[in-house]
């Protein structure tokens, strides 16, 4: 929000200097992002007129001219500019002046008498760019025909007045007007409120244009009028002109202008039609599919109907009988445009519904002043009182007569009342309050309230949208009390150390061990794409999990696995060139879960457990001398997962999963004491999905359910044994669609009483004809460890418990000894 001191200081004007004022706004809020002067710093320069302009004889392009500059004698100064001409009155820079510098930390440009192509020069006249107040340098600048000739130009055109530029958040749409802002400053000085004021126009007919508003939902407030006989050519007021340059806003033409005017002035933007070129009755509706509207900047747009889901996805508009005439609250259309030629208005003034203007100016790429009001928020109670208020500017610059104010009601927001406990004020601000000082800050803010006991109920005003909850009161006690009264004091907390959980495994250590096996984190969004959900979930339609406002299309959907995150980070690695790619991440994934119950952290009908992801890619080992190059496998991820995951035990089995390679691919298992229990699964990506990611091989892929791996148990001391361990191999001969895990699933089955562990050391399969097993068989060797506690086994003992793990294996594997 940028406005002139000037013009604020009209309706409020604190006893405070400029710096003073701008320190103010900042510590209650309203931060001062920017503050200066309308024209930088220069000397004599003062108000001249030109008496005569005579062709210089050496230059074509060069006038002489004879100056008055009210110091009793002519000055005669060369100047080029094509608008130099007897009779205008324009700036005048004397002997010794000093101009702002061309370009930013340049010096000053000091005027001396000189001489241009022989004529004698007596100081320069000046174009508006030169002191400081434009891009414009075609020509002097001309001034009104009754300035004083001989005043500084500083004074006469009050270039001293100050430029505040107000960062506002997005909360305080009450401030996007200079009413806004007076107010403000009124509740944080204490000064007085003068607000502007105007005669009501008077009617001088009863036409009413109908207007028809089909949905509430859009628009809560319409008002508007007719006014004939207006002359659109009428000169814009310079006092007008002045603020809304000082405003940032160019001047156009009056009825615009005005119109500019009072949006800047009372926050409650407005439009005006040429009413001739209206068609029969004026409808308030949402767009139709395939409508056309040419908009004031030229832009040519094509407007949508709503989706199938019945949701808009366009803005409303503003149409007479032959289709739209404007972007409701946002931009008004070419075709029924105030021009030259405009005899007779219809000026509207509307409380469009912020739900309704949201985001639809973006869908155009463009933003209006409008728009960014509208969509924050415009008080619905103001809407009659600037249409009356911007009637009045234009009878009064361009004439006519207004017609009755046609205001019609439709769905204004309901107001409801807040409480705020003296208690938790002092809680959260941090400072001793008392009922005199709320009240206070509530009475200059305006608040209507009554208090009871040590809390305070509230009504909001209808222009503070951002007044809903107690903590909005809150803030506004804090503001008005001044943040720079706050004192600093750090917060003062008995702090308590927690035990660390022993049966559980933390986090960050299971991120290092993934680091310690060479795998570098990832931290992705929770969204992805719908089509790479489907094609690694293999889920339906229905079950997918959909953003309701997605900030891009990649980001539509709620994941439900890890993995689409984490192949998007390896394309990326290999589209710049990398060869090896070890990632994991841990992170949250999103399904749909109907036995989940609303409970704290959680959300009912969803479950969103803690998963750890992960894919490696490329060499087994770095590229080095020592050993052969090889592409990465299964067995080399299974290996990092052992070795991430001790002490815990784990056992895969081939499985199917539909972004896995179908005869790659395992389950995870957990071993316990009560069996086995499914935490995840390991494999390479399917081969469809490697051409879909147009990946050169096939990364391996694992995930893990976080919360299952990382509970350890409690550890169970033992003593070390007095007697030695007794070690014995079993070599088996079984099929080869036998997994070496059914074999030691049968040994351990058997629950012999002295064996400790047994583990897989070596698999043979013959060449075709050369042993005595056939084709279709393989030969597994197991190292079985048995330990007595009590004594030293003796081989009767040794013999009969490797006699019964033959005999499991025997029976329910059809397996036999080599």
């Given at each position: 929000m940028q406005f002139s001191e000037s013009w604020l200081r009209q309706y409020v004007n604190p006893s405070l200097d400029s710096d003073a004022l701008g320190h103010a706004m900042t510590m209650a809020g309203l931060e001062v992002e920017e503050q200066h002067s309308v024209a930088p710093v220069f000397t004599k320069i003062v108000i001249a007129q030109i008496l005569s302009a005579e062709q210089h004889p050496d230059a074509d392009r060069l006038r002489v001219c004879k100056v008055d500059a009210g110091t009793g004698q002519e000055l005669q100064i060369v100047c080029g500019a094509p608008n130099a001409r007897a009779g205008i009155k324009i700036p005048s820079a004397m002997v010794g002046a000093e101009l702002p510098p061309a370009e930013v930390g340049g010096k000053p440009f000091m005027i001396k008498v000189g001489k241009l192509r022989g004529v004698e020069s007596q100081g320069m006249l000046c174009s508006g760019r030169e002191l400081g107040l434009g891009d414009d340098h075609e020509g002097i600048l001309e001034l009104p025909a009754d300035a004083p000739i001989g005043k500084d130009i500083r004074e006469y055109l009050d270039l001293d007045d100050q430029i505040f530029v107000i960062k506002l958040t997005p909360n305080k749409a009450d401030c996007l007007s200079l009413m806004g802002i007076a107010r403000e400053v009124s509740a944080i000085t204490g000064a007085a409120l003068c607000a502007p004021k105007w005669n009501v126009p008077a009617v001088s007919f009863d036409e009413k244009r109908k207007v028809i508003v089909e949905n509430k939902e859009l628009c809560g407030r319409f008002a508007g009028r007719v006014i004939r006989g207006v002359n659109p050519q009428a000169k814009t007021p310079d006092w007008i002109v002045q603020r809304l340059v000082r405003a940032g806003q160019r001047s156009i033409s009056a009825l615009v202008d005005l119109s500019n005017y009072v949006m800047?002035?009372?926050?409650?933007?407005?439009?005006?039609?040429?009413?001739?070129?209206?068609?029969?009755?004026?409808?308030?509706?949402?767009?139709?599919a395939g409508e056309i509207l040419e908009l004031?900047?030229?832009?040519?747009v094509t407007l949508q109907g709503?989706?199938?889901?019945?949701?808009?996805?366009?803005?409303?508009?503003?149409?007479?009988?032959?289709?739209?005439?404007?972007?409701?609250?946002i931009m008004g259309g070419n075709h029924c445009a105030v021009s030259d030629v405009t005899k007779n208005i219809y000026v509207e003034a509307a409380y469009w519904l912020p739900s309704a203007i949201q985001g639809r100016a973006r869908r155009f790429n463009f933003s209006t002043d409008a728009a960014h009001r509208f969509e924050r928020g415009v008080d619905p109670q103001n809407t009659v009182n600037c249409l009356e208020y911007l009637s009045s500017l234009i009878l009064e610059v361009c004439g006519g007569q207004a017609g009755p104010v046609d205001d019609q009601v439709l769905n204004l927001p309901e107001r409801k009342a807040v409480k705020m406990r003296l208690a938790r004020a002092q809680k959260v601000i941090g400072i001793p309050l008392t009922n005199t000082i709320v009240g206070d800050v509530f009475q200059r803010l305006g608040f209507d309230f009554k208090q009871d006991s040590d809390a305070f109920v509230v009504m909001p005003p209808s222009y503070r949208f951002d007044i809903e909850i107690e903590e909005d009161l809150i803030e506004e006690v804090a503001r008005m009390y001044g943040f720079e009264n706050?004192?600093?004091?750090?917060?003062?907390?008995?702090?308590?150390m927690s035990a660390k959980a022993e049966a559980k495994r933390g986090i960050h250590l299971l991120r290092q061990r993934f680091a310690l096996q060479g795998y570098q984190e990832a931290v992705n969004f929770g969204?992805?794409?719908?089509?790479?959900?489907?094609?690694?979930?293999?889920?339906a339609q229905k079950d997918v999990i959909a953003v309701l406002n997605p900030i891009a299309s990649q980001y539509g959907v709620m994941r439900s696995t890890l993995w689409g995150g984490l192949l998007n980070n390896l394309k990326a690695n290999l589209n710049r060139g990398a060869g090896r790619v070890r990632l994991f991440e841990a992170g949250r994934v999103f399904m749909r879960d109907s036995s989940v119950q609303e409970e704290p952290g959680k959300v009912a009908g969803f479950n969103q457990p803690q998963k750890v992801g992960g894919l490696a890619y490329g060499s087994f080992v770095p590229e080095q001398w020592a050993s052969a190059n090889r592409v990465v496998d299964f067995f080399d991820v299974k290996g990092d997962l052992e070795r991430a995951l001790d002490p815990l035990q784990f056992v895969t089995e081939a499985g199917q999963h539909p972004a896995l390679h179908p005869g790659r691919s395992a389950q995870i298992f957990l071993k316990t004491i009560s069996g086995k229990t499914v935490v995840g699964w390991i494999g390479e990506l399917h081969?469809?999905?490697?051409?879909?990611?147009?990946?050169?091989?096939?990364?391996?892929?694992?995930?893990?359910?976080?919360?299952?791996?990382r509970d350890l148990g409690l550890p169970q001391p033992e003593e070390l044994s007095k007697f030695p361990a007794v070690q014995r191999d079993l070599a088996l001969v079984v099929k080869q669609n036998v997994s070496a895990q059914s074999l030691l699933d049968a040994m351990a089955a058997s629950k012999q009483k002295f064996v400790r562990t047994i583990e897989l050391f070596d698999e043979f399969k013959p060449k075709s004809g050369s042993s005595s097993m056939a084709d279709d068989e393989k030969s597994l060797a197991f190292r079985v460890t048995l330990l007595n506690t009590q004594e030293t086994l003796q081989d009767p003992q040794i013999d009969a418990v490797m006699a019964a793990l033959l005999d499991a294996v025997e029976k329910k594997c059809a397996a036999r000894l080599r």
């Open positions: 800047l002035e009372m926050g409650q933007p407005t439009h005006v039609f040429d009413i001739d070129k209206l068609n029969g009755d004026i409808t308030v509706r949402w767009a139709k004031l900047n030229g832009q040519t709503p989706d199938s889901a019945g949701k808009m996805q366009d803005a409303g508009v503003v149409a007479d009988q032959s289709g739209p005439v404007a972007l409701a609250g706050i004192p600093d004091i750090p917060p003062v907390a008995s702090l308590k969204f992805t794409d719908l089509e790479s959900e489907k094609r690694l979930t293999g889920v081969p469809g999905l490697q051409q879909s990611y147009e990946l050169p091989q096939a990364p391996v892929l694992f995930e893990l359910d976080l919360d299952l791996i």
